[in-house]
């Protein structure tokens, strides 16, 4: 699988990811990073302990996270959950949650598959 393999499957913007991080070493370091990454996990543990406060964080910084690394689904999908979360005065929607759920899901294995056809 190719980095732009993986970008397609991921619904991410490669051109947009070569552009700001120049090298495609650089864009394969950062995007396997990700997967060390506990935005994710701490957005989870949030919305499990229904802490609204914690919950916009964890959201936003996994929209600047995916952002960051041109993974367009997953940071459009934490943009709409961090602003659901932003005026803080209700827990997450679950429907929105459940849709960075599954984008994050498809980055994880779509960046297990390319890393294992590294290998």
Same mark, same amino acid.
């Given at each position: 699988?190719?980095?732009?393999?993986?970008?397609?499957?991921?619904?991410?913007?490669?051109?947009?990811?070569?552009?700001?991080?120049?090298?495609?070493?650089?864009?394969?370091?950062?995007?396997?990073?990700?997967?060390?990454?506990?935005?994710?996990?701490?957005?989870?543990?949030? +919305?499990?302990?229904?802490?609204?406060?914690?919950?916009?964080?964890?959201?936003?910084?996994?929209?600047? +996270?995916?952002?960051? !690394?041109?993974?367009?689904?997953?940071?459009?999908?934490?943009?709409?959950?961090?602003?659901?979360?932003?005026?803080?005065?209700?827990?997450?929607?679950?429907?929105?949650?459940?849709?960075?759920?599954?984008?994050?899901?498809? +980055? +994880?294995?779509? !960046?297990?598959?390319?890393?294992?056809?590294?290998?």
């Amino acid at each position: 699988m190719t980095l732009q393999e993986l970008y397609l499957k991921i619904n991410g913007n490669f051109a947009e990811a070569q552009g700001r991080l120049m090298k495609d070493s650089f864009i394969e370091k950062f995007a396997l990073m990700y997967l060390k990454d506990d935005s994710f996990i701490n957005l989870q543990a949030a +919305v499990d302990a229904e802490n609204i406060a914690d919950s916009f964080r964890a959201a936003h910084t996994l929209k600047g +996270v995916a952002a960051n !690394l041109a993974f367009t689904e997953l940071q459009l999908a934490a943009t709409n959950l961090t602003e659901q979360l932003r005026p803080q005065t209700e827990t997450a929607n679950m429907e929105l949650y459940t849709i960075v759920k599954a984008a994050h899901e498809k +980055v +994880v294995n779509a !960046l297990n598959e390319y890393s294992a056809s590294k290998s």
